[in-house]
């Protein structure tokens, strides 16, 4: 893709909800904002494997992936997510996530590459910004 391709397009961001968490309003709301705010959206849906979110990346060949957890998970399921990305080549694609999320855990998530952590009570206009800020469309 050239330069001017690039530029021209849509960033496009994945949503996803990695694991059994059944809980996919939060995932749905941020979308919706995401796509109201002029991104490209695709979503998931629920139970998806770590594997089966890297392969989606890969397909809809996003910029960023946003993970939504509520179930506690997210220490073993967002480092999955990073290196199934890996494991594909997709290691520009940008992860994000939010969830019910201790702060404790916030270190660890970035260190394991996670690039930005949402917590509840975050705005939808601060990870608006965020994304507006962190992910570019990939050439």
């Known amino acids: 893709m050239s330069d001017a391709t690039a530029a021209a397009r849509k960033v496009r961001i994945l949503v996803a909800k990695p694991?059994?968490?059944?809980?996919?309003?939060?995932?749905?709301?941020?979308?919706?904002?995401?796509?109201?705010?002029?991104?490209e959206v695709i979503y998931t849906g629920l139970h998806q494997t770590p594997e089966m979110i890297a392969n989606a990346a890969v397909q809809e060949d996003v910029d960023g992936v946003g993970l939504s957890i509520m179930s506690g998970a997210h220490n073993t399921l967002f480092p999955a997510v990073i290196d199934a990305l890996t494991a594909k080549g997709a290691n520009d694609v940008i992860v994000f996530g939010g969830g019910i999320i201790p702060e404790g855990d916030l270190e660890?998530?970035?260190?394991?590459?996670?690039?930005?952590?949402f917590t509840p009570?975050?705005?939808?206009e601060s990870i608006i910004e965020w994304?507006?800020?962190?992910i570019v469309a990939r050439a």
Do not use: E, I, P, Q
């Open 19 to 39: 694991g059994l968490d059944g809980h996919d309003r939060g995932a749905k709301v941020v979308a919706r904002a995401l796509r109201d705010a002029g991104f």
């Open 108 to 117: 660890r998530l970035r260190s394991a590459g996670v690039k930005g952590v």
């Open 121 to 124: 009570g975050t705005t939808l």
């Open 131 to 134: 994304v507006k800020t962190n």
